[in-house]
């Protein structure tokens, strides 16, 4: 069981272009979250999702982010048209169920904006 | 709005001490409750998880329990050595809201 899968690690762009971080989740498991760490604060949630489904996208910016968890492949955050405030670490999780397991976190991608 | 606040922010230790570190949520209704380790520039790492109709938890040197009552979670670490130095995140887990999460404890142990 190779765990929360996320890539890259690092991701480095240009104001104005556009960012794709991918999470495949651990086997077995249906739900996906997307979190955002920005230096010296806490983990805040952004999106959850389920198969071809966003369940809860309270915590996403109105603008220029979205995501999605397809049928087959990894779930994707994308980021368009960056800008230096959207460095910052970005998690996925994933659990079995909503509410009796923990979630299991990924690695993250640090993402840089020049 | 579930709110989660970790006390202290920060903490520094002689190796060996037993210490405590605390956690508390203004929503009582929790599913359970979820301590993870964050070394710096990494991920979160998960040390326990205790459900709401549980009390406490245990993993080696490490014992997390939970008082739904008084909306209060505390993390035991037994003998403390230079590796647990890293932060500490609590957090708890709502319906709709999914996890909340704490600003963590920043942990040293000294050698």
């Known amino acids: 069981n190779a765990g929360v899968m996320q890539n890259p690690r690092h991701l480095v762009r240009r104001r104005g272009q556009e960012a794709r971080l991918r999470c495949s989740p651990m086997?077995?498991?249906?739900?996906v979250y997307w979190y955002r760490q920005l230096p010296e604060e806490g983990l805040k949630f952004m999106v959850y999702?389920?198969?071809?489904?966003?369940?809860?996208e309270s915590g996403m910016p109105k603008e220029r982010f979205s995501a999605e968890f397809p049928k087959e492949g990894p779930s994707i955050l994308r980021i368009q048209q960056v800008v230096r405030g959207d460095s910052a670490a970005y998690f996925c999780?994933?659990?079995?169920?909503?509410?009796?397991?923990?979630?299991?976190f990924g690695s993250g991608t640090r993402l840089t904006v020049v | 709005k579930q709110e989660v606040t970790q006390i202290p922010a920060a903490l520094s230790v002689p190796e060996g001490e037993n210490l405590v570190l605390n956690c508390s949520f203004t929503?009582?209704?929790?599913?359970?409750l979820q301590w993870f380790r964050q070394d710096p520039g990494k991920g979160l790492t998960s040390l326990l998880l205790i459900q709401s109709s549980q009390r406490e938890q245990t993993s080696g040197r490490l014992n997390a329990s939970l008082d739904k009552s008084s909306g209060r979670s505390t993390l035991y670490i037994a003998a403390s050595q230079p590796g647990d130095s890293a932060t500490y995140l609590c957090a708890g887990r709502g319906g709709a809201d999914g996890l909340t999460f704490g600003k963590g404890t920043h942990l040293i142990i000294q050698p």
């Open positions: 999780a994933s659990s079995p169920d909503n509410y009796n397991y923990g979630y299991t």
């Open positions: 086997k077995g498991h249906s739900h």
């Open positions: 999702l389920q198969k071809e489904n966003i369940i809860d």
């Open positions: 929503d009582s209704a929790i599913y359970n």
